[in-house]
């Protein structure tokens, strides 16, 4: 059992090393996908019969680790193969240098070969034909190993005698445009979204939106030749920010990379006018003037100065009035965008109704308006208040107060506790409801209230003496109800012993 549980053990350790051995092995190859650059020859170009062909070249990447130790330069024939011009250049290595320039002898060495190209083209037998031909530099190990990352290719044309490096037809130029939504204006703690287009539409590549500071506020794939950032509300508020598109293409050698011009892009308040009587109080909406009235008009929300240390705004402001003849005097915003303190006076020539006063940004069309009425609304208010009031609450409150106080008084005062009590309480709170009836009714029943009979007969001559008896009556038998109750209630204690008594009884 135990030799078995141990040979289990060594066949997972030695998995684990494998997997690991496995996973070097990758990493080391991985590695040398890295390897890409361009090659520069140098000279450019000459004759076929130059030997050496070349006095020097550079490697914009260097040659990839392990391949840094021998250089040779092959000119590749078609269906024939790599012919060298330069073989096994080892002067100057290990060639680790990044990017590499290399000198090429004017002479060969005892391991190192050097050809014309109408050599390389000879000795495989082979005939000179114009057209183009690549021009392999191969960076090589120790004994010459190389792969495809040690190997960097370039092109010739052959004419004739002279042979030059191929001129790659230059990448397609590009143009940016950058645009924003809204178009004309943003308002504070309102986002907008950058929109930028690549010409021509085939461009492939990315736009990166930048502020004039050069600030990256993101990068966006074009597709269709256009793209599109949504930018968050500016943290600084109302002002002009600038922005600007930057293409960098995914072929540089198809089209070439291109920035927009800056866009100037104002940011403005919310806008809000407000308007002042000549004594400071702030107008109300749709408020009634007249004719010859002053009042100081002031709107925010106009383009504020591209520089935040002047006084002055961005744009002028247009004034007008509907039934007024021509434009009122024009409006300059401060620095910060804002018409403060404009005169304005009802023209005496305005008809009375509605109307409106505008204010209209000459740059970017913000418009506030002031709507008001011309008329004597207000006189016909005050005229209306105080009329109802004092009517109203002068005749109700004097008939009912008199006419109550009156009769209660007089009738309790003279006919003893009960007369004098129900009779004052009836006809004193219907009096003072009822008006001039109470009047009268309830100064009768006061006077008549002189004498025991008297009392009684002057009541009856009006509607309020029933009120009273019926009143009366009603006390009156709920005061036998009660009595008949409490004998009862004594009735049955006083049988029950408990009338002078206390603690338990013998029922108990």
């Avoid at 590695?31 to 019969?49: E, I």
């Avoid at 970017?364 to 009329?387: H, M, N, Y």
């Avoid at 409150?397 to 009156?406: E, P, V, Y």
């Avoid at 004098?420 to 109470?438: H, K, L, R």
Wanted: glycine content about 16%; hydrophobic content about 30%.
């Amino acid at each position: 059992m135990k030799r078995r549980l141990h040979a289990a053990l060594l066949g997972v350790l030695a998995l684990i090393l494998g997997s690991g051995a496995l996973v070097l092995t990758t990493s080391g190859t991985a590695g040398a996908d890295d390897s890409s650059g361009t090659v520069t020859l140098t000279p450019s170009s000459g004759s076929l019969s130059d030997n050496p062909p070349l006095t020097g070249l550079t490697l914009s990447n260097g040659c990839p680790t392990g391949f840094q130790d021998a250089i040779t330069i092959n000119v590749s024939l078609p269906d024939l193969g790599d012919s060298s011009i330069v073989y096994n250049l080892t002067d100057g290595a290990p060639y680790t240098a990044s990017p590499l320039t290399v000198s090429i002898p004017a002479s060969p060495g005892p391991t190192t070969y050097i050809n014309s190209i109408a050599d390389a083209f000879s000795n495989y037998g082979a005939t000179v034909a114009d057209g183009t031909y690549a021009v392999q530099v191969v960076c090589q190990a120790t004994g010459g190993s190389s792969t495809a990352d040690s190997t960097f290719t370039t092109l010739i044309d052959i004419t004739g005698n002279d042979w030059a490096v191929k001129q790659a037809a230059p990448p397609t130029s590009t143009s940016v445009t950058v645009a924003a939504d809204p178009a004309a204006y943003s308002i504070v703690s309102h986002s907008f979204t950058l929109s930028a287009t690549v010409t021509p539409s085939g461009a492939a590549g990315t736009l990166q939106f930048t502020t004039d500071a050069g600030n990256p506020l993101g990068t966006v794939p074009v597709t269709g030749g256009t793209a599109s950032l949504p930018i968050p509300v500016p943290p600084s508020g109302r002002g002009i920010y600038k922005y600007q598109a930057v293409f960098t293409p995914t072929d540089p050698t198809a089209f070439a990379a291109s920035t927009s011009s800056m866009l100037a892009y104002p940011v403005l308040d919310e806008p809000v006018v407000s308007v002042f009587d000549d004594t400071g109080n702030n107008l109300a909406d749709t408020p009634t003037l007249t004719t010859g009235q002053k009042t100081k008009v002031n709107g925010l929300g106009f383009m504020p100065s591209a520089d935040p240390a002047s006084t002055t705004g961005g744009e002028t402001v247009t004034v007008t009035l509907d039934g007024a003849a021509g434009d009122l005097a024009k409006a300059t915003p401060n620095g910060a965008g804002s018409v403060a303190n404009y005169d304005f006076t009802v023209p005496s020539s305005l008809s009375s109704g509605d109307h409106t006063l505008k204010l209209k940004g000459d740059t970017t069309g913000v418009e506030l308006t002031f709507p008001f009425k011309v008329g004597t609304d207000s006189s016909g208010d005050t005229s209306g208040s105080t009329a109802g009031g004092t009517s109203g609450s002068t005749a109700g409150d004097t008939s009912g107060s008199t006419a109550g106080g009156t009769s209660g008084s007089t009738a309790g005062d003279t006919s003893g506790s009960t007369a004098g009590d129900t009779s004052g309480s009836t006809a004193g709170d219907t009096s003072g409801t009822s008006g001039t009836s109470g009047d009268v009714t309830g100064g009768t029943s006061g006077t008549s209230g002189g004498s025991s009979t008297g009392g009684t007969s002057g009541g009856g001559n009006g509607p309020l003496a029933a009120t009273g008896a019926a009143g009366i009556t009603t006390i009156s038998l709920l005061a036998l109800m009660l009595l008949g109750g409490g004998g009862y209630a004594v009735y049955r204690v006083r049988r029950d012993g408990r009338l002078l008594s206390f603690g338990p009884t013998p029922r108990d």
